[in-house]
């Protein structure tokens, strides 16, 4: 699917309309419908036209580095390089372009002072939502309010640090230079579990992944990962969670996959799994299969019991030393989204 100008870092998908959001460099949110994408795929090969998105939402100039869309709010939320959550509100006919009754109204969430890198929604609970910056801080909101402020903010103060507390509510904060001052680990990537309704697992970048308590707002958990390959640092560049039991899986900058069991915060498997970093990971609609994302433009499937793979896709086309830059899998069909750094969005079928 053709459209955006620039790399496309998010992608999501609501897996009963089969509505597909991504987001991009070129600052644009694009809304598709994957239903049409597919059934107009070969007549479009034939005649060389491409499937275009149904939609452009643009609510300022800024990256898009974030998207998640929550089907039950019928929200689209978008993170961006200017630190600000936008919100838009999706009409009931977001499927028929050109419905002259349609109507995006959009809001602001202003509390984060660096670039959005992740919005997670939870599973169970259709109004919570967390996000991590760059200015090292997690925040977590009920989105029944946009206005309202953030109900959790989760900062980790790295050894040495002045600041007495790593975990701390409402807009109390340290300094917006804080971060750049070293004072913060930055988060990488946050998920919420859906074996613990009441868990945040968010990774950072000095390779560390911390469970927190969003009842309390406190750590109950943290777990060091140790660099592979040869590299001094690996940050985490993403978090999954396999929906059916406490498996959690880290992809790393250093080309690894990590498996780690949640009850004991162990890790149980590595994986070399890429000849470059492993930008992004998901479960794949199965339930057995871990799906990993590279800079080396392939796809590959992990068997979860024995952490062999499975299957192997090359992707896209390398582009200013970036590949694969967002991937997603269909929780009930076996299809993967990816969005690449040469601004195609491809779907691949498993197997």
Same mark, same amino acid.
């Given at each position: ?13 609501? =897996? ?19 239903? @049409? ?14 499937? %275009? ?10 990256? *898009? !580095? ?5 089907? @039950?709010?019928?929200?689209? $939320? ?9 919100? +838009? ?7 028929? =372009? ?5 109507? $995006? ?11 959005? +890198?992740?919005? &997670?929604?939870? =599973? ?9 910056? &760059?200015?090292? !801080? ?24 002045? &600041? ?15 971060? &750049? ?8 990537? *946050? ?33 060091? #990962? ?25 992809? /790393?900058?250093?080309?690894? #996959?990590?498996?780690?069991? /949640? ?17 992004? *990971?998901?479960?794949?609609? !199965?339930?057995?299969? %871990?799906?990993?994302?590279? %800079?080396?433009?392939?796809?590959? +499937?992990?068997?979860?019991?024995? $952490? ?22 269909? =929780?009930?069909?076996? +299809? ?9 969005? @491809?779907? $691949? %079928?498993?197997?």
């Amino acid at each position: 699917m053709y459209g955006h100008l620039d790399p496309i870092r998010a992608i999501d998908i609501d =897996p009963e309309s089969l509505l597909v959001v991504t987001g991009s460099d070129d600052g644009l949110i694009k809304l598709w419908d994957l239903n @049409k994408a597919r059934s107009s795929h070969k007549s479009q090969r034939r005649s060389g036209s491409d499937y %275009t998105s149904l939609y452009n939402l643009r609510g300022s100039i800024h990256r *898009v !580095t974030a998207v998640a869309y929550s089907p @039950k709010q019928r929200r689209c $939320f978008a993170g961006s390089s200017d630190g600000r959550v936008r919100v +838009w509100d999706l009409p009931l006919d977001v499927h028929q =372009p050109g419905s002259s009754s349609l109507n $995006f109204s959009e809001q602001k969430m202003d509390e984060h002072q660096n670039v959005v +890198w992740e919005i &997670a929604l939870h =599973p169970q609970d259709p109004h919570a939502m967390a996000t991590i910056s &760059a200015d090292g !801080t997690c925040r977590l909101w009920n989105t029944r309010d946009i206005t309202e402020a953030s109900l959790h903010q989760f900062l980790y103060l790295l050894p040495g640090s002045d &600041a007495q507390s790593s975990d701390t509510n409402g807009d109390a904060a340290l300094p917006p230079s804080a971060a &750049a001052e070293g004072s913060l680990a930055i988060p990488t990537s *946050v998920t919420f579990p859906a074996s613990n309704p009441h868990q945040l697992l968010v990774g950072y970048e000095n390779t560390h992944i911390r469970v927190y308590d969003t009842i309390h707002g406190t750590c109950a958990l943290q777990m060091a #990962l140790d660099p592979a390959n040869g590299y001094s640092r690996a940050k985490i560049n993403k978090l999954t969670v396999y929906p059916s039991d406490s498996l959690l899986v880290a992809a /790393l900058e250093d080309q690894t #996959l990590r498996f780690l069991d /949640l009850r004991s915060g162990k890790q149980i498997g590595l994986v070399h799994a890429h000849l470059e970093a492993v930008t992004t *990971v998901d479960v794949d609609y !199965t339930g057995y299969c %871990t799906v990993s994302a590279s %800079t080396d433009c392939t796809l590959r +499937w992990w068997d979860r019991r024995t $952490f062999n793979c499975v299957y192997h896709q090359e992707a896209h086309r390398l582009k200013n030393d970036e590949g694969i830059v967002s991937m997603r899998a269909h =929780p009930r069909r076996p +299809w993967v989204l990816t969005g690449g750094a040469d601004a195609v969005v @491809k779907v $691949f %079928t498993a197997g």
